[in-house]
């Protein structure tokens, strides 16, 4: 295999960061960009040298030779756009969310198999060492059994604006954003059990003043939709899983909390640990509580993570290396998503498949 092709769906924010990992890679050549707003293609075309600019993603594919893509588009053309990718022959980077829905994700992971392409979906923060770090201590059986988990991602002012407060485009607010960040990483660190049910809750109290200024620092680079905000400021979730654990979730955009928070402490019968905001161990030694810290600085910074993320999905193109953030991962996070939100609106404990 000569230089691995690699095209750009959706032109804005997040695209950058893979755009840069790419660019590590002597072995990748971007070959093409697309965006349904042309000048944004055209400027990252400019700025990165991408000689092929498209506004629609099916010309894209027909046009040129790929290898890959990264779909970095709204949620809503996640699906649309990874779909017409697979079946043209093309890998698939998608950014989480898989998709709006389980449906969707389903439906991708279909085409991924019949086709035979791959499909890798966009769960950064396992990419992070301390991530890494964690899941060798847990699949190691330091922890013993994980049993309970606690997750949260909260912002006082962070909704990132445009087209993700519009449900249309984005599928939901911060449980669809935020939340599917730690969801994955809890599934992944505890060894993937599958949810059986979730009761969950969403709020709308705040965000949709007109008066209230977020002040997060990452925005979304199209302003489009963003007249609307009909999504959740907040969610909170219980998830029940097949080996007898639990996790309490919560997230939100918006939220009159001092300042928002990151994270993930899982109770196991041997260990409790933190891996988010920072990985410490609280556990016993010749019948004494301890706690200890690994005494190693972490990488784990945001470009960083994406460069290793695009480099492992590249790995898997040009090398057939597994795929670290398989596409039935996301699947799974996006019926437990799907949960909490029928359960909001429901009230009711509702049953996964
Ligand atoms: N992994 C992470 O930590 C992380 C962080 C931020 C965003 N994201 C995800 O990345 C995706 C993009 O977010 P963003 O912040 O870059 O948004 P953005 O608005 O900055 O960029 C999205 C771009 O996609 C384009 N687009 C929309 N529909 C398209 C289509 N059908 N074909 C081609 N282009 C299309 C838009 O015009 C826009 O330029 C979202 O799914 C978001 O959830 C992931």
């Not at 010309?59 to 996640?78: I, R």
């Not at 933190?274 to 005494?295: H, Q």
């Amino acid at each position: 295999m000569g230089k691995v092709k690699i095209g750009i769906i959706g032109a804005g924010s997040i695209s950058q960061f893979h755009i840069h990992g790419y660019q590590q890679l002597p072995d990748v050549e971007l070959t093409a960009v697309c965006d349904i707003n042309e000048e944004r293609a055209k400027l990252a075309a400019e700025k990165y040298g991408i000689p092929h600019v498209f506004t629609d993603f099916n010309e894209m594919l027909k046009s040129v030779e790929l290898d890959g893509v990264s779909v970095c588009t709204w949620n809503n053309a996640h699906a649309p756009a990874s779909i017409a990718a697979l079946k043209a022959g093309v890998n698939v980077l998608c950014e989480k969310p898989m998709a709006m829905n389980a449906g969707q994700a389903e439906e991708m992971l279909k085409v991924s198999k019949e086709t035979g392409k791959l499909l890798m979906i966009g769960f950064v923060k396992r990419f992070e060492d301390k991530t890494q770090l964690v899941k060798k201590l847990a699949d190691n059986g330091e922890f013993g059994d994980i049993y309970y988990a606690k997750i949260g991602y909260t912002r006082r002012r962070g909704n990132p604006g445009g087209w993700f407060s519009n449900r249309e485009l984005s599928g939901g607010g911060p449980l669809i954003d935020l939340g599917v960040h730690v969801i994955d990483l809890v599934r992944y660190v505890m060894g993937k059990p599958k949810a059986v049910s979730a009761y969950g809750n969403t709020f709308n109290k705040i965000a949709s003043r007109t008066d209230i200024v977020q002040t997060g620092d990452y925005k979304a680079a199209s302003n489009q939709g963003e007249d609307i905000n009909n999504v959740e400021d907040a969610a909170v979730g219980v998830i029940n899983f097949d080996n007898g654990a639990t996790v309490t979730l919560e997230t939100s955009w918006v939220q009159h909390v001092k300042e928002g928070q990151t994270y993930l402490e899982l109770y196991g019968s041997k260990a409790g640990i933190s891996l988010e905001p920072k990985v410490e161990i609280s556990g016993e030694k010749d019948g004494m509580m301890i706690d200890w810290a690994p005494v190693v600085s972490f990488n784990d910074d945001f470009q960083t993570i994406f460069d290793r993320e695009v480099a492992h999905y590249v790995d898997c193109i040009k090398n057939g290396t597994i795929c670290r953030n398989p596409a039935e991962d996301g699947v799974e996070v996006m019926k437990i998503l799907d949960a909490v939100y029928e359960s909001a609106e429901t009230k009711k404990d509702v049953k996964i498949k």
